[in-house]
Structure formats: C-alpha cells, structure tokens
C-alpha cells in the first residue's frame, strides 16, 4: 500500500521558517511528481507547489519567493522550505503525488499542520 507522511509542522512566528517534509513508501519514490497543497479553515484547498519526476517546479502566487520545493529520491521525500513565513499561511498542508502530469493528485497524505502566530 502506497502511503505518505507528511512531518514537521509546528508553530512559528511571523517571519519565521519551517520545514515540512513526506515520505513516500510502498512504491518507488522517483517514478512520482509530487505536490504540496494547503488548507486553511473554511477555504478551499490551495495549491502550494509542485516538483516533477524531471525536477521541473511551479509555485502557487501567494507562496511563490518565499517557498522552495526539493525531492530526495535517494530518502523518497520531498520537502517544502518555507520562509518569511505570515499569518495567512496557517493551514494543514497536505503532500501529494500522481503518477501522470495530465491526472488527478491521487494519492495524499494525512496533512501536517502550520500556524503562524506571535
């Protein structure tokens, strides 16, 4: 059974970082393009970021500068760098993966969450 992890929430100050990081297991890791994906209460779920198989990346508008993607294929993880870090960012924010860049995110993992607070 294919799984993901999601690790290291927590609460940070305004300007603050933290680093998120998901695991993969079941399957093999490489052979994913892999997102991050946000929710914050009563909004809807928000795109965060994606990295391809090929390393190619993408940010969503309100994360993009702050916000750095990376995979460890040699640990099956990703990880979601995230600095500068403001109050609006407060979500659980949730891994992702898929196997085609055209389908669905159809695996996720449980969610990690972040609060931003002084």
């Known amino acids: 059974q294919v799984q993901l992890v999601e690790s290291g929430g927590g609460l940070v100050q305004p300007g603050g970082s933290l680093k998120l990081s998901c695991v993969l297991s079941g399957s093999t890791f490489a052979d994913y393009h892999m997102g991050w994906f946000r929710q914050a209460p009563g909004k809807e779920r928000e795109f965060v970021a994606f990295?391809?198989?090929?390393?190619?990346?993408s940010y969503g508008p309100s994360v993009r500068g702050r916000f750095t993607i990376s995979r460890d294929n040699a640990k099956n993880s990703v990880y979601l760098q995230m600095n500068s870090l403001k109050f609006e960012d407060t979500a659980v924010y949730y891994c992702?993966?898929?196997?085609?860049?055209?389908?669905?995110?159809?695996?996720w993992g449980q969610g990690t969450q972040v609060t931003v607070s002084s």
């Open positions: 992702a993966a898929k196997w085609e860049v055209t389908e669905s995110w159809n695996l």
């Open positions: 990295i391809g198989r090929d390393r190619t990346f």
